[in-house]
């Protein structure tokens, strides 16, 4: 080559280099995986797309597809699909193992359902049974190195012919779940892969890097799917727990993503915030386990860290609830390139070297899964019998729970036999405090049983903790966010053979003597009534709420409906009096309600059905905001609710449209939490004109603080006690200011029972899901702080120290007017992450039942 050409040549490659940060070279197979030999017959993830793995994220479809061929030319792997998203995508999982394991999966799955049982643990032959390994990836859809690594990995093992893949294939049966969130996962790839250039752009301002709301993070209906792994909301969810009960694996692993300059994070995690129900045992593994990860990395230059960040405390993560089944559950998080390259202050991180960390750490994963096998096997052995143990030395030996909703206990019921957790009808009265539970209506849940740890954290309360930092929640308390009667047992018989092991069947529908019809009254403790109204609703039926309690012949007898019942006249009713009773029958089958035939319009000597306070109710049309500014989970969980819960169709304001549309079609808006500080005066004055028409403006968390600010309501916010504000290090300042924080903790209230917001409940003392710390002073009006954080208001959770006086009597839900209009401010979430059922039925009354309040009753700014 001339010297002339060398030097042109030898400055292209300059011009190349200083590019650098603007065009990564495509990647070979060996960046990704070990040299060894491969079978020929098994293609590439590249052979088969088309290109190389992190040239282009993978679409879900892509994936899916390549998983099958993988099914159909390898005897090491049986794909099943376990569950359906809500955009239909299937979740898949792919049985990797030896062709002799595979055959023989059904034993070995027998094998390690008899080492997850106490009674039978001992009896099992570890000697020669082959661990199981969860190996899932992307739970969140924009933390895609995770899904795109899980193709060469499954390739690794489907081709892969060297002697350590054999053993590995031998001694283990590995279950890759390749997608944990496939409308997630599809979100982001359109996103990134529509933002692609040829020549990459690694500028963090670039729109590549800054997704469109809702972002890929979440599922369809803008969840965070990796805390749903206790709560069961989502089909996503339920699928996975089956298939986790089927297999009882002895080590689990979560692939996530965390902001671009970060390096690598595995566990264990922080050692002071690790749930104390988790056996010490496992934090030891743990650590043993991350050796191999950090040999690992280190062969590759990785940057990585330890015990720092992330906690293992809540048992609704998918690396935390393994750690209650004696399964060791491991988080792994990459540095995002959040798209196909982008700069950080570690220098650029590309898409590639992100799935080269994912792949890395999943055969490290399976290295020390076939390195302690011995060990993990004997711990699964152990795990309940110890757990047992030590179970039995605390003072609470179970919980009794019931409610007179059956559709409430049938959905609680649902979520205990998911999780595989022993449940008893009680076959005796008893009494407990305030509380009454009668037989074959109240059901025990003994902690000595098969998941005594999941059983505890379904009930327990906690107060206490050894950290002040929580990564997420510290209280979950199920039988509290349902607003069961619930008491714990300090002494506990159970008859066996009355073990609920299906879920409960209720018989919905007309109930009693059909001959002469009236009217038709329905109770208001029943989780489907709102559902039911408004499906009556929509036939053009008109549905009335009686105000005050009724005394009603009922057959023969004389029953006590109280305020809130439903109730619905034959007579002057869109439909023929004839066609109403097959309509009332077939809709209250269809919703698990029990409808009353009432013979006449006359209470015993209480109000009648034509009284004053028998008001009718006004169908909701309903709007809430959502858009760039708007918490996407917040909006989610109106979406979600509304869609699935009540069936009732609402409709999407955009947030930055808001001032350009027609609101007349609604007689209802919901806010959920964000931001609305980019709504100036035109949208606030819109905004107020139409409450004043006589609307319904529901406001929740910090829309309720955005409401007060802009003065469309009277709510004077408490100052916090900042009584310690002595000196401190500058090295806590971490620890200190963390410690401020309410992440997530029951608050208890005293709620108005009287109130039309609380229709329906027979009990005052509610509770609620207390994020954040900002608190409320009551209304001026007496009447309109219908629920106040009692005295005593911590339930379960942790609570910073010196703010209980800003809480205690402090507004937890307020009602207030603006001209013919009514505000609704709820200072917290009440449908928290879909499970809430104290919030969501107080919600629902919001809805429904806000036109009847009483305007003597509300906070007027005027």
């Keep these: 080559m001339p010297t002339s050409s060398k030097v042109f040549y030898f400055l292209i490659l300059i011009l190349l280099s200083y590019n650098g940060l603007s065009q990564i070279d495509k990647k070979p197979l060996s960046y990704y995986l070990p040299d060894i030999t491969y079978d020929e017959k098994i293609p590439t993830p590249e052979q088969y797309l088309g290109y190389q793995i992190g040239d282009w994220h993978v679409t879900h479809d892509q994936l899916v597809a390549y998983f099958k061929v993988l099914d159909m ?6 794909i099943a699909e376990y569950a359906r998203s809500h955009e239909n995508r299937p979740l898949i999982v792919a049985m990797i193992s030896s062709p002799e394991n595979l055959k023989n999966k059904d034993n070995i799955k027998k094998q390690h359902s008899a080492l997850a049982n106490s009674d039978t643990a001992g009896s099992v032959n570890i000697s020669n049974l082959p661990a199981v390994l969860w190996q899932g990836y992307t739970i969140h859809g924009n933390e895609p190195s995770g899904n795109n690594a899980s193709l060469l990995v499954a390739y690794y093992l489907a081709a892969g012919q060297s002697q350590e893949v054999k053993n590995i294939l031998n001694n283990t049966v590995i279950l890759m779940d390749p997608c944990l969130n496939p409308d997630g996962s599809q979100r982001f790839s359109t996103w990134v892969n529509s933002h692609k250039s040829q020549h990459l752009v690694s500028d963090p301002s670039s729109r590549e890097f800054s997704e469109v709301w809702p972002g890929g993070r979440y599922n369809h209906y803008w969840f965070d799917m990796n805390r749903d792994w ?37 566990q264990p995690g922080i050692p002071s915030s690790n749930n104390p129900n988790t056996p010490s045992e496992n934090f030891i593994l743990t650590e043993e386990i991350g050796k191999y990860h950090a040999k690992a990395l280190d062969s590759i230059g990785s940057l990585y860290f330890t015990k720092a960040s992330f906690d293992d405390f809540y048992y609704g993560k998918g690396s935390t609830y393994p750690d209650a089944l004696g399964c060791i559950g491991i988080l792994f998080e ?9 700069e950080s202050v570690n220098g650029p991180v590309s898409f590639p070297f992100t799935i080269r960390n994912q792949v890395n750490t999943s055969l490290s994963t399976q290295r020390a899964v076939l390195g302690l096998k011995e060990r993990l096997l004997t711990y699964k052995q152990t795990f309940h019998k110890k757990v047992l143990e030590k179970i039995s030395s605390i003072p609470i030996k179970g919980y009794i729970f019931a409610d007179r909703d059956e559709a409430k206990i049938q959905h609680f019921l649902n979520i205990l036999l998911q999780h595989k957790v022993d449940v008893y009808k009680n076959e005796q009265n008893l009494q407990i405090n305030e509380n009454k539970f009668e037989k074959g209506k109240s059901y025990i849940v003994p902690l000595a049983q098969a998941q005594p740890i999941l059983a505890k954290t379904i009930f327990e309360v906690v107060q206490s903790f050894q950290d002040s930092s929580f990564y997420d929640v510290s209280g979950w308390t199920l039988s509290h966010a349902f607003g069961l009667k619930c008491e714990p047992l300090t002494t506990i018989s159970v008859n066996r053979n009355l073990k609920v092991t299906s879920p409960l069947q209720i018989s919905g529908g007309v109930t009693g003597d059909t001959k002469e ?11 489907h009534i709102h559902k039911t109204v408004y499906e009556l609703q929509k036939l053009e039926l ?10 009603v012949k009922i057959g023969n007898s004389v029953k006590v409906f109280p305020k809130g019942s439903i109730i619905i006249p034959v007579q002057n ?21 029990i409808i009353h035939p009432m013979a006449g319009g006359n209470g015993t000597n209480t109000i009648t059905v034509g009284h004053p306070l028998v008001s009718p109710l006004e169908k909701p049309e309903i709007a809430y905001i959502v858009g760039s500014g708007i918490n996407p989970q917040s909006a989610g969980e109106i979406w979600h609710h509304l869609d699935l819960n009540l069936h009732l169709p609402a ?30 005066e035109s949208e606030i004055n819109k905004l107020r004109d139409w409450c004043q028409q006589g609307n319904t403006l529901i406001t929740i968390g910090s829309a309720t603080e955005w409401a007060a600010d802009k003065k469309l309501v009277v709510l004077n916010q408490r100052k916090i006690d900042k009584k310690n504000a002595e000196s401190g290090k500058y090295e806590n300042a971490d620890r200190d200011i963390d410690a401020k924080v ?67 009597k402090g507004a937890a839900i307020t009602v207030h007017g603006i001209g013919a209009g009514k505000v609704i401010c709820f200072q917290d979430n009440p449908l928290f992450r879909g499970y809430w059922l104290v919030g969501q039925k107080i919600f629902n009354n919001a809805l429904f039942y806000s036109k009847v309040i009483d305007r003597r009753t509300i906070e007027s700014g005027e």
């Design 517 to 527: 019809i009236y009217s038709f009254i329905i109770e208001p403790e029943q989780r």
């Design 651 to 680: 409709t999407m304001l955009e947030h930055t449209r808001f001032r350009s549309t027609n609101l007349k079609r609604y007689n209802t808006i919901i806010l959920p939490e964000g931001s609305y500080n980019t709504w100036g």
């Design 542 to 551: 008109i549905v009335r709420i009686a105000q005050s309690g009724m005394e």
């Design 334 to 342: 990459q540095a995002s390139s959040r798209g196909h390259l982008q």
């Design 73 to 78: 030319l390898s005897d090491r792997i049986e």
């Design 230 to 266: 206790l709560l069961l909301v989502h089909p996503e969810s339920r699928g996975r727990i089956q298939l986790f009960h089927e297999w009882h694996p002895n080590v689990l692993t979560d692939h996530h993503e965390m902001g671009t300059n970060s390096t690598f994070f595995f």
């Design 742 to 808: 309410i992440g997530g903790s029951i608050f208890g209230v005293d709620a108005d029972l009287s109130h039309p917001l609380f229709y329906g409940f027979d009990d005052n003392k509610l509770s609620l899901m207390k994020t954040g710390t900002k608190f409320y002073e009551p209304t001026n009006n007496k009447y309109a702080s219908p629920a106040k954080y009692r005295d005593d208001f911590l339930v379960s959770g942790y609570l910073p120290k010196g703010i209980s006086s800003s809480i205690r």
């Design 573 to 593: 009713q869109s439909v023929k009096a004839s066609d109403i009773i097959g309509i009332m029958n077939e809709i209250g089958k269809r919703n698990d309600i």
